[in-house]
């Protein structure tokens, strides 16, 4: 029996790494797709096929963000029956929450509705909290990341206008649409480092609650190719509702603003998983960058009402999905035990 509720959780873990897959889509495409770079079919295979080295480049390198989740912010679920519940209540609180804000077009974290998720469920089964991991690993670069990515991404622009101001606009934008097939690629990459990794960290808990691991154990390769292939396919499959609030709602780019927006973004993201191993939202540094980015054109280029309500979103994920998954644990313990 519980040999099946490990292989139902290992699934479900999988399936939340293809609901981040086609709700994250956007974090690597909307601006190619946006300004014409790239068309929606060839951005999705080629995020799909970046997401896939990325997740093996990045457990290759030292797999940091792995494991993060494994250990830096819940206790590890002990093995048996009820760490098997804890674990799947902590990925369907995430997929609820990732499926809500999809449904509604936000492009919120699919990283931080699964560490809400891992509180919510954490706390009623009695497990501890990293409170000190949380906050470093988590609240700080949630606020700072997107932070990080507007002011350099401005910068970046601001040099840019610079450098180009002699040139011809049309054959300037002709060689960025260029040049953004590279940094989309980059972008991609940059999330399957991240994303990737935090699926395995699930996969790796469920193992550890299913008795076929332990907090010290290296991450099989079936785990790093079924969450890879996983994430690829749901980027593959698309998430256009969010695509087009971060490729139109937020600004008109233009394609110089839409690669100095992936640029950065990428290189934020390269930074915080190899040498922090914290698990940021690619959502929130992609959604900065291209604020960043655009605001170069004045402070009236930017829908901040539509960025208000992303932030909202933001600030709402955690707690949402610590709700839901809470819920889910209670309902769960109440029909196994």
Not at 32 to 41: D, E, G, H, N
Not at 66 to 91: M, R, Y
Not at 242 to 260: K, N, S, Y
Not at 278 to 291: F, L
């Amino acid at each position: 029996m519980q040999t099946l509720g490990l292989i139902a959780v290992v699934v479900i873990a999988l399936g939340f790494a293809y609901t981040n897959g086609f709700h994250d889509s956007a974090n690597a495409i909307a601006t190619s797709v946006s300004t014409r770079a790239l068309t929606p079919r060839a951005a999705l295979m080629l995020a799909g096929l970046m997401n896939l080295l990325g997740a093996y480049a990045g457990l290759r390198l030292g797999g940091g963000v792995t494991k993060s989740i494994v250990q830096g912010i819940i206790a590890t679920p002990a093995h048996g029956t009820n760490g098997l519940v804890v674990v799947f209540a902590l990925l369907a609180g995430a997929i609820i929450w990732n499926l809500t804000t999809w449904y509604f077009g936000l492009p919120s974290s699919s990283s931080h509705a699964l560490i809400g998720g891992m509180v919510g469920a954490a706390l009623p089964a009695g497990l501890a909290v990293h409170w000190d991991g949380l906050w470093s690993k988590v609240i700080v670069p949630m606020v700072t990341s997107p932070v990080v990515g507007f002011v350099l991404a401005f910068a970046v622009m601001i040099g840019i206008l610079w450098a180009f101001r002699r040139a011809n606009p049309s054959r300037v934008t002709r060689n960025f649409r260029m040049a953004q097939t590279v940094s989309a690629a980059g972008m991609a990459l940059g999330h399957g480092i991240q994303d990737a990794q935090k699926t395995m960290g699930v996969v790796m808990l469920a193992l550890i609650a299913g008795g076929h691991a332990s907090g010290s154990s290296a991450v099989p390769w079936w785990v790093l190719w079924s969450a890879a292939i996983a994430i690829s396919l749901g980027t593959y499959s698309g998430g256009w509702r969010v695509m087009r609030t971060l490729g139109r709602r937020i600004i008109e780019l233009d394609p110089p603003r839409g690669f100095a927006a992936e640029t950065v973004a990428s290189l934020v993201l390269y930074v915080t998983a190899f040498l922090y191993a914290a698990p940021v939202s690619t959502t929130h540094v992609i959604t900065g960058s291209i604020m960043g980015a655009g605001a170069t054109r004045g402070r009236n280029a930017v829908r901040w009402g539509v960025a208000k309500n992303i932030v909202y979103a933001w600030f709402l994920t955690i707690p949402a999905s610590g709700a839901c998954a809470a819920i889910v644990y209670y309902a769960t313990h109440a029909i196994v035990s």
